[in-house]
Every structure is written in structure tokens, then in C-alpha cells.
């Protein structure tokens, strides 16, 4: 099968925000997206605060990946996280997944990034084993905090 990969566009938003629910039902986590149309359009074509890949099959959207700029102070360098990676479960285990990850390394490798990075579900064994293979190594010995809604207002309204 041949895919292609394009970057996403603002024509884009229904599918992306699609996509973002397909991999949220994935994930058991469709309770979470509260993201609309215009929160992305603001976010990703506006400010810019993150880029958009989707991966075709034909003229077929079959996925996409999420991704943003970050820093390493101990590398010096920029990097990349890679928010959100999926295809969908029809076009699985037909190398989407390893081209769009291709594809963000060359992007990597061209800005002069120091690192990928990304987290992945623990019970998610396929994407961890598809991950491995590509030679990608778990932070076992770091835990992922996160601060958010009530918690971040009220950390942020503290004197």
C-alpha cells in the first residue's frame, strides 16, 4: 500500500478534529476531548503552537500525528514531542504508522532536533512493541506529572 503524507491545512479541521476523537474512543479517553473546530483553527493555524501530519491511503485520510517544537537545557538543542501518533484500525500494520514516524525524524533531523519524544497508554502493548522495534527506548525511570484545569488556576491565582 502507498501512502502519502501531507501537512495538515485549516480545510483540514473536521478531519483533524475527527481524528483526535478516533484515537480518544482508541484510547477510552473520549470524555476528555473538549477540543473544538475553533480551539484547533486558534491553536494550530493562529498561534501555531503545533503542527499536523495526515497520512493518506489514496485520497482516504488513514491517520495522523500531532506534534510541537521543545527544549533540551541538558542537550542544548531543540526537540520534538510527539503529542498524539494513530492510524486508523483499517490501515494498521501497513507501515503508516513507521512512514509518519519517518517522516518526523527528517523533520527532526533537518531543524537540528536533539531528541523525539512521546508517551505512550502502559497497557497499550502493540504501539509499545511497534515502538521498540524502531529502536525507541521507555523513561522507566521518569514519571509524567501533569497540572491542569482547577489545580492550574489555582496554582497560578497563589501569591
Given at each position: 500500500?502507498?501512502?502519502r503524507?501531507?501537512?495538515?491545512?485549516?480545510?483540514?479541521?473536521?478531519?483533524?478534529?475527527?481524528?483526535?476523537?478516533?484515537?480518544?474512543?482508541?484510547?477510552?479517553?473520549?470524555?476528555?476531548?473538549?477540543?473544538?473546530?475553533?480551539?484547533?483553527?486558534?491553536?494550530?493555524?493562529?498561534?501555531?503552537?503545533?503542527?499536523?501530519?495526515?497520512?493518506?491511503?489514496?485520497d482516504?485520510p488513514?491517520?495522523?500525528?500531532?506534534?510541537?517544537?521543545?527544549?533540551?537545557?541538558?542537550?542544548?538543542?531543540?526537540?520534538?514531542?510527539?503529542?498524539?501518533?494513530?492510524?486508523?484500525?483499517?490501515?494498521?500494520?501497513?507501515?503508516?504508522?513507521?512512514?509518519?514516524?519517518?517522516?518526523?525524524?527528517?523533520?527532526?533531523?533537518?531543524?537540528?532536533?536533539?531528541r523525539?519524544?512521546?508517551?505512550?497508554?502502559?497497557?497499550?502493548?502493540?504501539a509499545?512493541?511497534?515502538?521498540?522495534?524502531?529502536?525507541?527506548?521507555?523513561?522507566?525511570?521518569?514519571?509524567?506529572?501533569?497540572?491542569?484545569?482547577?489545580?492550574?488556576?489555582?496554582l497560578?491565582?497563589?501569591?
Open positions: 500500500m502507498e501512502f503524507i501531507e501537512p495538515a491545512t485549516e480545510r483540514d479541521l473536521p478531519l483533524i478534529l475527527k481524528l483526535i476523537k478516533d484515537l480518544a474512543e482508541y484510547e477510552k479517553l473520549a470524555h476528555a476531548v473538549v477540543a473544538t473546530e475553533e480551539m484547533l483553527r486558534e491553536s494550530l493555524f493562529s498561534k501555531r503552537v503545533a503542527e499536523v501530519l495526515i497520512g493518506y491511503a489514496g482516504q488513514a491517520g495522523f500525528a500531532v506534534f510541537f517544537q521543545t527544549f533540551s537545557t541538558f542537550l542544548g538543542a531543540p526537540g520534538m514531542y510527539l503529542e498524539d501518533i494513530f492510524v486508523e484500525p483499517k490501515w494498521r500494520r501497513k507501515g503508516l504508522g513507521r512512514q509518519l514516524l519517518v517522516h518526523l525524524a527528517k523533520i527532526a533531523n533537518k531543524r537540528g532536533y536533539g523525539v519524544e512521546w508517551s505512550v497508554l502502559d497497557w497499550n502493548e502493540p509499545i512493541g511497534f515502538y521498540r522495534a524502531l529502536g525507541a527506548r521507555p523513561m522507566d525511570e521518569w514519571t509524567v506529572f501533569r497540572l491542569s484545569g482547577e489545580s492550574l488556576r489555582k497560578g491565582a497563589s501569591g
